[in-house]
């Protein structure tokens, strides 16, 4: 909540570099905060993550025998596809904080097992730089940008700000969802 909170005033300026840069690092530094906790006293950190260590142990058995249902396509696509209908829905209607809460839920998975396979590696360095996996640091790189494009569709409205705020766009997210500022869009373009 307090994310938000922070991020509203970013948003009313139309800060297209600052508001994804802030929510970047705010979760940037969750996750460094998280793993170091995990690495070092696992038992603690569990209580605070809703189901990180089944997680673990799920993503333990991925690494030692390769099988994982929901790293197959037929699962994995629709899956993500909607997560991203989920997270615009839930952007909309709570100005990103179901969103972000939800967020900390997903990167505290894996958080966990990140600093579990710290734990468990004969070089946790390695397993460091290696153990989150590409496709969800782009996943998290795509919901940040679509967090803030979509609360700010919501909070601003339509868009007028220079190109020095943020880029040029006709219509934002937000705007799909919200009949009466879709027509004043469509008006003024």
Known sequence: MLLTLLLLPI???ERWIAGPAFISLTFFSHCVIAVGL???DPASTSTLMPD???YWLKQHHWITTGSDPEYELSQWVPAHLQLAVGATLYTFTS???????????EVDLMNFYLGQLMRHSDQPGIAAGTGWHIWSILRGIGFVFLTFETISSRF????TATPVRSPPRA????DFLSPSRRHRQIAVL
Do not use: D, N
Not at 98 to 103: D, R, V
Not at 171 to 174: A, I, M, N
């Open 171 to 174: 219509l934002g997210v937000g």
């Open 52 to 54: 990180a260590a089944e």
């Open 11 to 13: 948003v009313a300026r």
């Open 95 to 105: 100005l990103g904080w179901l969103t972000f809460m939800q967020g900390f839920y």
């Open 38 to 40: 995990t690495r070092w």
């Open 156 to 159: 601003c409205g339509p868009k």
